[in-house]
């Protein structure tokens, strides 16, 4: 007599010989729902929209050293998450999930998004600008999550390299200056690739003020806590 499995059989029975559960292998298969707390742990920077992403391995929304791409420019001169989804949906499969929480996170408060991670998509990636600064953001990028209980990451403020760091009202966006966010021309004195940010500097009169706004990393605290 011949037979064959359908695909919900051969994974019982796969998961059989593994010594798995097929209650565990059948969760595994639909996906699982992680819940992801971000803290702002600044004394006086807020959180722009927090763009959230659950991708395989192979994706990564920039890398530190190199050039800012121009979705990840935007996100760190504007707040603007929208050009930073749409390139991370653009790698398919790679990307599970890709959302924006709304509204701005500010010093000591948390916001807290359910997520799923299924198959390879088991990485997460969060961003969001600091205001007010030229083009700094904060970032947990790839990281890896948990298979059981919670774990938390404590995300760094990165400089995009694509502003110079003036500090001058005119050129930050947001509710303490209300000035132009994304500037598309190249400054003459930016950096020109992405680094740990060093923090808010003072430039002279006329600037805001360091005693108030400068921070030292970490800048969020980040706790991915696996639900079922």
């Keep these: 007599m011949r037979f064959s499995l359908r695909p919900s059989r051969l994974l019982f029975a796969i998961a059989a010989l593994c010594g798995l559960s097929a209650t565990a292998m059948a969760a595994e298969h639909r996906g699982i729902t992680y819940e992801v ?9 807020t959180f722009t929209p927090q763009l959230v992403a ?13 050039p800012a791409s121009e979705a990840v420019e935007i996100l760190a001169e504007a707040g603007n998450t929208a050009p930073a989804m749409e ?3 653009a790698a398919g499969r ?11 996170l500010g010093p000591g408060e948390s916001v807290t998004m ?7 998509a088991r990485y997460l990636t969060i961003a969001a600008m ?24 404590r995300a760094l403020a990165y400089d995009a390299g694509t502003e110079a760091n003036d500090q001058d009202c005119a050129n930050i966006p947001g509710p303490t200056c209300g000035g132009d966010g994304h500037s598309p ?13 060093n923090g808010f500097h003072d430039l002279g009169a006329g600037t805001l003020s360091p005693a108030i706004y400068d921070w030292r990393n970490p800048v969020a605290v980040v706790t991915v806590k696996r639900k079922r």
């Design 87 to 89: 390139l991370l949906a």
């Design 94 to 104: 790679e990307v599970a999930s890709v959302d924006t929480i709304p509204g701005l």
């Design 185 to 197: 021309e190249p400054a003459a004195d930016d950096e020109g690739h992405i680094h740990v940010s």
């Design 114 to 120: 359910a997520v799923k991670g299924s198959g390879r």
């Design 130 to 153: 600091l205001i007010p600064t030229n083009d700094t953001f904060f970032s947990v990028n790839s990281v890896r999550l948990p298979w059981h209980g919670e774990v938390t990451y």
């Design 54 to 66: 659950v991708h395989t391995d192979e994706v990564r929304l920039f890398s530190v050293g190199a």
């Design 37 to 45: 707390t971000i803290t702002n742990v600044t004394q006086a920077q």
